[in-house]
């Protein structure tokens, strides 16, 4: 009897201890797949660019300051440029001569637009197709830069004080192989 | 699940008044979720693009990181300032935890925002096959997920699969026509060399929606059966209605088939000449 009794309280030890380590090992995994986001550091808004001197223009100010730029589309009327989307279209047509490439993908400029329709803090990202993070052709990405820096026809988008104000614009173009197929928004 | 696509309403737009239920997590029991349902809740009243709106969010990921609205919810302000690297990062995780609530979101902002015409089929047709109830709307309201799925097809080139989708969807008793639905059957209709069934499309869009767009491609359908008058009839209703601002309009993306002023004129132009 005391024999029995002494394995049913080990088995019973036994068993506690491997309930808690079991619990133990569970809340620990948990845990380490919890962090599903490295801590991030956000600038006032997603998409912001703050100013790199190495990349941007000194002579590029923006009228009301980092913290009041909108989006281009905050007002409701989305892109807005002189002669609309074909002017702004043929600039690239025109412009762009295709690249001997395999290179397939988007590329997304993003800018401001400032208070007087001038434009700087150009930011490029690309992909391939498949949403990958990827670099075309120097040839590619700087002939579409050098025509996005030369449009000149940006409608100045006023806030809700009806005042003029700065707003962040981006066009993405579509690449197929070299060639320029379609171009965004 | 409804307690997600109430969430979604909740922080997608920092204005909608809709209260998420997050007891829903409890019911079913899942306390982690509850609690991550919670936190995300701090979203609210924060613009979609603000730091304080994506801590809130991250905080809710912390507690649990497979809560998929809050991936969804994340991935927003990417897509709209047109960051599809980290947009398609966030909404994979939505759609691998949250796939049937965000399938159709993920195939419509690849074609709305990126003219990912053979991801939005794909994700579209994936979601089709998982469901058995309607799949839906595209986040804007403005398109069934079908009606956007025939429009990819259109603009792949695949014409005949397209009207055939088109017409399956307009066919649908409790199909509820979009704002250009005709229009881009008359579209495809014109395309396909058949400008009589291109007119009775366009017909139907003037009745159901007068747009710009609608005249102008008329004017295409009478132009083709040498019909100068109407042509240019048409064409200047086109442009009346454009200065109304009576036509398509989205304010973050063109539209497939939108006409702008100069391609009004243009053709004004050439029909005038060409008489």
């Known amino acids: ?185 | 699940m409804k307690i997600a696509l109430t969430f979604f309403a909740l922080c997608i737009g920092a204005s909608v008044l809709a209260q998420p239920n997050c007891q829903a997590f409890l019911y079913y029991g899942d306390t982690l979720k509850y609690e991550a349902c919670e936190k995300a809740k701090e979203c609210k009243g924060h613009y979609q693009f603000s730091k304080e709106y994506q801590q809130a969010l991250d905080a809710a990921l912390e507690i649990d990181s497979t809560f998929g609205p809050a991936y969804e919810s994340k991935s927003t302000a990417y897509l709209k300032s047109g960051d599809f690297l980290t947009w398609k990062r966030l909404i994979d995780k939505a759609v691998y935890y949250n796939e049937e609530e965000s399938l159709g979101y993920r195939g419509w902002c690849r074609y709305q925002f990126f003219r990912d015409y053979q991801g939005a089929i794909d994700d579209i047709e994936r979601l089709d096959g998982l469901v058995d109830h309607d799949i839906g709307y595209g986040a804007n309201g403005d398109y069934h997920l079908h009606m956007a799925r025939a429009i990819c097809y259109k603009a792949l080139g695949q014409k005949e699969k397209a009207l055939e989708i088109m017409e399956m969807q307009l066919a649908q008793p409790d199909n509820h026509v979009g704002l250009y639905d005709y229009l881009h059957l008359g579209v495809v209709y014109l395309e396909l060399d058949d400008p009589d069934k291109a007119a009775e499309a366009l017909e139907k869009q003037i009745e159901h929606n007068d747009l710009a767009e609608a005249h102008f491609y008329l004017a295409r359908c009478f132009e083709a059966r040498g019909d100068w008058e109407q042509t240019m009839l048409h064409l200047e209703e086109a442009k009346r209605l454009y200065a109304q601002q009576r036509r398509m309009a989205d304010g973050y993306m063109h539209y497939d088939d939108k006409v702008y002023l100069q391609d009004i004129l243009e053709a004004q132009a050439a029909v005038s000449n060409a008489k």
């Open chain 1, 1 to 185: 009897m005391r024999v029995s009794q002494c394995a049913f309280v080990w088995i019973s030890r036994l068993l506690a201890s491997a309930i808690i380590l079991v619990l133990l090992l569970t809340t620990t995994h948990c845990k380490t797949e919890q962090s599903a986001t490295s801590p991030a550091k956000y600038l006032r808004w997603v998409g912001d660019s703050e100013f790199d001197a190495a990349l941007d223009d000194s002579a590029f100010a923006l009228c009301q300051g980092d913290q009041k730029a909108i989006q281009y589309f905050n007002d409701g009327r989305g892109m807005e440029y002189e002669g609309e989307k074909p002017a702004l279209d043929r600039a690239f047509w025109e412009g762009y001569k295709p690249v001997e490439s395999k290179e397939s993908g988007l590329i997304r400029i993003r800018f401001i637009v400032n208070c007087k329709g001038e434009t700087g803090r150009f930011r490029v990202m690309e992909m391939e197709k498949d949403y990958a993070e990827t670099s075309f052709d120097s040839e590619i990405v700087d002939q579409l830069l050098r025509i996005t820096k030369a449009l000149d026809g940006w409608v100045v988008k006023r806030d809700r004080d009806d005042e003029p104000t700065d707003y962040y614009q981006y066009l993405i173009f579509k690449i197929e192989k070299g060639a320029l197929k379609e171009i965004l928004p």
